[in-house]
C-alpha cells in the first residue's frame, strides 16, 4: 500500500529559528514529490521535486529529494510567525493521483 | 497556474439532506480531482474526474454517496448525498496544471 509519513508531526519554535520537517514515502511508480503550506483551506504549492540531489529553493524555504533512501526534506531559514502553517508532503503516483501524508503543523512564536 | 473558483467556501447543513459543491477553473483542464480533508487529517482523495468519461472513484468511496459531474473541461461539481455528521470536512477540487496539482479554496461543510 503507497503510503508518505511525515515528521514531527507537530513543531513549535520561535521567529529566527530555523526548522527541518522530513517526509518518507512508499510508492508504486514514483513520478514526483510536491510540498504544500495549507494556513486555512487551501493549500498551496511550494516545490515539486523529481530528481534526486537538486536543491529547489526559494526565499528562506528550501527541499531536496532522496529517491535512494525515499524522503525529502523541507527546510525554514530565518522562521518568521507568518510561517506558522501545517505542511503537506504529497507523491504522485502512475495514475498522477496525490497521495498526501498527515503534515506537519508549524507554529512560529515570536 | 490555473485559477480555480470554488464554491460554496462553507456551509451548514441538517442529516440526510444533500449540498452540490462547485469548482470552476479559468482553463481547460483534462483531470479534475475532489479530495476531502476530515478534522485533523491529511488530503483523501475521492476521486478523479475526466470530461466525457465516469468519475473514478477511489476506495472507500462511491458513486450513490458522491455523485460527480463534469459537463465540460472547464467545470465540475461534487454532490454530498444524504449527509451524517461524519460528512463533515474540508472538500477540496484541484486541477493539474503542467503535473501540478493546484487546488481550490475549499468548502468547509458542518453537518448538523
Known amino acids: 500500500e503507497d503510503k508518505v509519513v511525515q515528521s514531527p508531526l507537530s513543531l513549535v519554535v520561535h521567529e529566527g529559528d530555523t526548522v527541518t520537517l522530513n517526509c518518507s514515502y512508499e510508492v508504486t511508480n514514483f513520478r514526483s514529490l510536491l510540498w504544500y503550506k495549507q494556513e486555512k483551506k487551501a493549500p498551496t504549492f511550494l516545490f515539486m521535486l523529481?530528481?534526486?540531489?537538486i536543491e529547489k529553493k526559494s526565499g528562506r524555504l528550501s527541499s531536496i529529494l532522496d529517491k535512494k533512501e525515499l524522503f525529502s526534506i523541507l527546510n525554514i531559514t530565518a522562521t518568521q510567525t507568518g510561517d506558522s502553517a501545517i505542511y503537506l508532503c504529497a507523491v504522485e503516483g502512475s495514475q498522477g493521483n496525490l497521495i498526501f501524508g498527515k503534515g506537519t503543523k508549524l507554529s512560529v512564536k515570536p | 497556474s490555473a485559477v480555480i473558483s470554488q464554491k460554496p467556501s462553507r456551509d451548514i447543513c441538517q442529516r440526510g439532506t444533500s449540498l452540490t459543491i462547485q469548482c470552476q477553473v479559468d482553463?481547460?483542464?483534462?483531470?479534475m480531482f475532489w479530495y476531502r480533508q476530515q478534522p485533523g487529517q491529511s488530503l483523501t482523495l475521492i476521486a478523479t474526474a475526466n470530461q466525457g468519461s465516469e468519475a473514478t472513484y477511489e476506495s472507500g468511496f462511491v458513486i450513490d454517496k458522491f455523485p460527480i459531474s463534469r459537463p465540460n473541461l472547464t467545470f465540475s461539481t461534487l454532490t454530498v448525498s444524504n449527509m451524517s455528521p461524519e460528512d463533515s470536512s474540508i472538500y477540496l477540487c484541484?486541477?493539474?496544471?503542467?503535473?501540478?496539482?493546484?487546488f481550490g479554496a475549499g468548502t468547509r461543510l458542518s453537518v448538523l
Open positions: 484541484s486541477v493539474a496544471d503542467k503535473n501540478i496539482q493546484y
Open positions: 482553463s481547460q483542464v483534462t483531470m
Open positions: 523529481t530528481s534526486s540531489g
